[in-house]
Structures are given as C-alpha cells and as structure tokens.
C-alpha cells in the first residue's frame, strides 16, 4: 500500500507556472505506474497525464499537451507535474493516484491508490 500527498498548488494569473508534487509513503512509489487527475467544480474527474513505473513512457490528455509536463524522481519516491502557460480552464483540484498496473488507462477506477488532491486557481 502506497499513501500520496500532494502539494506545490496556488493561485497563479493566466500565463504562468506551477509545479505539483506528489510524495509517496509506505510502498515504493517505482512500484506504481503513476498519474495526475483534476476535478473542476461540477465536473467530473478527469485524466492529465500518466508515467510508467521507470518513467520512460508518459501520456498527455489533449488538453494539456506541450504545456504540462510529467516526471518522477523514484529515489525520492515523489512524482511530478510542471504546468506552464496555465489557462482558467486548468482551475481544479489536482489529485495525484497509484496503479499497480503496468500500463493502466485514462479511467480513475484503475488506480487504486489516490491523495488529497492540491487546489490549483488560474486567473484570468
């Protein structure tokens, strides 16, 4: 088992720059292949962006290609997500998650494993 806790959220104006990150606990985060979610209000979860458990193969959702980028540092045990050009549509709650799969999908129900989430509040 695998506790995440995320953090790095803030208010930032439109154009700018965050960095989360995602420290893992308990199991070794290489175990998991890992992923960022976020969730506006009145809307559903939806994936970010997704890296393998050696962190050679990362995923982007549309919305947030050649912005967002993700990494992991596995000695660390902490994952990350820097986001540059930040939009008022990335406004959510940030939620980091676990898969013990190795090449889970898009849909939260395959992590198993997931943080608090960390605010993230993009001005216009």
């Known amino acids: 088992q695998v506790r995440l806790v995320e953090s790095g959220g803030g208010l930032v104006q439109a154009g700018g720059s965050l960095r989360l990150s995602c420290a893992a606990s308990?199991?070794?985060?290489?175990?998991?292949?890992m992923a960022w979610f976020r969730q506006a209000p009145g809307n559903e979860r939806e994936f970010v962006s997704r890296?393998?458990?050696?962190?050679?193969?990362?995923y982007y959702a549309d919305s947030v290609k050649g912005r967002f980028t993700i990494s992991r540092d596995n000695a660390k045990n902490t994952v990350y997500l820097q986001m540059n050009s930040l939009k008022p549509e990335d406004t959510a709650v940030y939620y980091c998650a676990a898969s013990t799969l190795a090449a889970p999908r898009q849909t939260d129900h395959e992590y198993a494993y997931w943080g608090r989430g960390t605010q993230v509040t993009v001005s216009s």
């Open positions: 890296i393998s458990r050696s962190g050679g193969s990362l």
């Open positions: 308990g199991r070794s985060s290489s175990t998991y292949a």
